[in-house]
């Protein structure tokens, strides 16, 4: 996921992943995919890309971010693209086991019957998982993505 100032049209879409190609290296076997485009808050846009390899399939996202998070790359896409290089972050899904484990214990500072409350009281446990929101800024930015979503 890379989070940028408002990208929409599909002119500039085109243009990023070309920029995005030329960040990767300028190699034909490698290919970068957009899957998704959400407008945020703030004027800025959460981009969820992907990238494929010729003959070895998708890349993982945790390393594109790794790839992503490395100095010279970081730079490109700050100057090319505008990114904000605070959140270039992976996403990725959970197995059965791996939800199970993540909601048996709490995030290291928070508490534990809080954190039970939240797990009980999920409103779709299949999609949803309870996140731990600390300070002020992270719950006004969450309230703000609650109000344009």
């Known amino acids: 996921i890379i989070y940028l100032f408002s990208y929409q049209?599909?002119?500039?879409?085109q243009k990023f992943v070309d920029a995005?190609?030329?960040?990767?290296?300028s190699k034909p076997t490698i290919h970068a995919h957009i899957e998704s485009v959400k407008a945020l808050?703030?004027?800025f846009t959460e981009i969820c890309v992907y990238v494929t390899e010729k003959f070895r399939g998708r890349i993982s996202?945790?390393?594109?971010?790794?790839?992503?998070?490395?100095?010279?790359?970081?730079?490109?896409?700050?100057?090319?693209?505008k990114v904000d290089k605070e959140k270039i972050i992976?996403?990725?899904h959970m197995d059965k086991q791996q939800k199970e484990l993540?909601?048996?214990?709490?995030?290291?500072?928070?508490?534990a019957?809080?954190?039970?409350q939240a797990v009980r009281e999920?409103?779709?446990?299949?999609?949803?998982?309870?996140?731990?929101?600390?300070?002020?800024?992270?719950?006004?930015m969450r309230q703000k993505a609650q109000i344009e979503n």
């Open 9 to 13: 049209t599909s002119e500039q879409k």
């Open 20 to 25: 995005l190609f030329v960040i990767l290296g």
């Open 41 to 43: 808050p703030d004027n």
């Open 61 to 81: 996202s945790k390393e594109l971010a790794q790839y992503f998070n490395q100095a010279t790359q970081k730079q490109q896409l700050e100057t090319q693209l």
């Open 90 to 92: 992976s996403r990725v």
């Open 102 to 111: 993540y909601l048996k214990d709490p995030p290291t500072g928070f508490d």
């Open 113 to 116: 019957s809080l954190w039970a």
């Open 122 to 140: 999920n409103p779709d446990p299949e999609r949803l998982l309870p996140y731990p929101i600390r300070g002020f800024e992270q719950l006004r």
